[in-house]
C-alpha cells in the first residue's frame, strides 16, 4: 500500500482530481485541450491506485512512474503525466488538503528538443493559392489559411475568432488564447485582402440568411472546428505537393520562423504567438543562430 498523507480526510483521488479540474477550468480558465489533457493523466492514476485512496507521497508516486515506463509510453507523455501531478498536488497544498508537496523532488524523464518544421517560402505560396477562388467554401479556406500564417494563431483561437476580433483598418486582431489571456496580433495585408473577400461574398452565401458571431462558418452555417480546419488543410496539402506532416501547427511554426529570418526579436515573437514563457519561444533560436552564421560568413574579415 503507498505511503499517503492522512490530512487529506475521506476524499478519495476522483472527488479532489474532480476539483483540481474545476478549479483549472474556472478559475484558470485553462483552454479545454489543457482540461482534456489532465482529465487523461489523472484518469490513468486514479485507476492504478483505486478512486477512494488517497493521494500517494513519495513512493507511491515512484511506483506509479515506474508502471508508466513500463507500460511503453513515450518519454514526452511520461513528462506530461509528472506535470499534471505536480500542478494537481500544488493545488491540494494551496488548499491545505495537503501539508508537503512529493512532487518536488520528482524528476521527469530527458526530452529531446526537435527542432519544429516549418513550411519554406515556396510551399506556403503553393498552399495559400491551392483553395479555388471561385467558390464560397474556398474563398472561405484561402482567408483562414492567410490569416493563420500572418498572425501565428493557434488552431483553436482562429476558429473561434468572431467577426468583430478583427479591425481591417487598423490591421489587427484581438485573441483569446491559453488561460483566458487575450492579445493583439497585427494581420498583414495579404490576409486583410482575403479576408475582405471572403465578408464580402463568400461569407454570407454560406450563412444563406443566417446570423453568426463566428468569422468563419462552414456551410451549415456553424463556426468552423478545428477537425473539420484539420480536413481541408489536408486537402489543401495535398493539391499544393505537400503530402506528409502538414498540420495548424506547421503554419504556426512557418510564421515565428520566417519571421526570426526576416530580422525580428525573439520577445516580439513571444508575444505574438502567446507564449508565456520566451523559454517556450526558445525552441526558434535554430533559425537565429544560422542568421547569425551567415552574417559572420559575410561581413567578418576573417571568415
Not at 58 to 86: M, N, P
Not at 112 to 124: A, E, T, V
Request: aromatic share 6%; glycine share 10%; hydrophobic share 35%.
Amino acid at each position: 500500500m503507498p505511503e499517503v498523507l492522512q490530512t487529506g480526510g475521506t476524499a478519495g483521488l476522483g472527488c479532489l482530481a474532480a476539483r483540481f479540474l474545476t478549479h483549472c477550468r474556472v478559475e484558470r480558465g485553462l483552454a479545454d485541450n489543457s482540461i482534456s489533457a489532465y482529465s487523461t493523466d489523472l484518469k490513468r492514476f486514479i485507476e492504478f491506485f483505486g478512486e477512494s485512496s488517497q493521494f500517494p507521497m513519495e513512493d507511491g508516486l515512484r511506483s506509479y512512474l515506474d508502471h508508466l515506463h513500463r507500460s511503453g509510453l513515450s518519454a514526452r507523455s511520461i513528462a506530461r503525466h509528472v506535470t499534471t501531478l505536480r500542478n494537481c498536488y500544488g493545488f491540494l497544498l494551496r488548499e491545505g488538503i495537503l501539508c508537503s508537496d512529493p512532487t518536488e523532488h520528482l524528476g521527469s524523464p530527458k526530452i529531446w528538443q526537435h527542432i519544429p518544421k516549418f513550411l519554406n517560402l515556396q510551399d506556403i505560396e503553393r498552399l495559400l493559392e491551392a483553395p479555388p477562388g471561385d467558390r464560397p467554401t474556398g474563398l472561405r479556406d484561402r482567408a483562414m489559411l492567410q490569416v493563420l500564417y500572418a498572425t501565428g494563431l493557434r488552431v483553436s483561437e482562429l476558429c473561434k475568432l468572431r467577426v468583430g476580433d478583427l479591425d481591417t483598418g487598423l490591421g489587427y486582431l484581438r485573441t483569446t488564447g491559453k488561460g483566458n489571456k487575450q492579445r493583439l496580433v497585427p494581420v498583414g495585408d495579404c490576409a486583410i485582402q482575403a479576408v475582405d473577400r471572403y465578408l464580402a461574398t463568400a461569407r454570407g452565401a454560406l450563412l444563406k440568411g443566417r446570423s453568426s458571431r463566428y468569422l468563419f462558418v462552414t456551410a451549415r452555417g456553424g463556426p468552423m472546428t478545428r477537425q473539420a480546419f484539420w480536413v481541408l488543410l489536408a486537402r489543401h496539402g495535398k493539391a499544393a505537393g505537400i503530402f506528409h506532416g502538414l498540420s495548424p501547427h506547421v503554419l504556426r511554426h512557418s510564421f515565428a520562423t520566417h519571421l526570426l529570418e526576416g530580422g525580428a526579436d525573439l520577445r516580439s515573437v513571444q508575444v505574438m504567438l502567446g507564449h508565456a514563457d520566451i523559454s517556450t519561444t526558445q525552441i526558434y533560436t535554430h533559425v537565429m543562430r544560422s542568421r547569425l552564421r551567415e552574417t559572420v560568413d559575410r561581413h567578418h574579415p576573417r571568415a
